[in-house]
């Protein structure tokens, strides 16, 4: 079965202390099943916080990556290769909650898996 978590923020409150639980843990967590990006997803943003990057891509007020199609097709990239691994993916970023954010654009990653 693919699930997928993800943590949606919002701002100031422990996202980055349960980002760096995620990086920390993702030995433990691939041994039970669970992907996280880390550092895989393209853009400004590295390590632990580059699930931002596709978050940033998805926002209608937030034109900061050099280059969204990289954004997502490093995303789904890792998405495919977790759901090709049996792997669930848990993922965190505060700006999954912004107001501008496309969630159905979101979600249709994560459709037909």
Known sequence: MFDVVLHVGPHKTGTTFLQKILLSSSPTLLSDGF???????????????????????????????PNPNKAFASFKGFLDESFHNNKSVVSSAEDFDNPGLDRDRLLNFFRGR
Do not use: E, M, R, Y
């Open 35 to 65: 992907a996280t990006p880390g550092g895989s997803v393209f853009g400004l943003h590295g390590g632990l916080k580059s699930t931002a990057n596709v978050a940033n891509c998805l926002d209608s007020k937030i034109i900061l990556q």
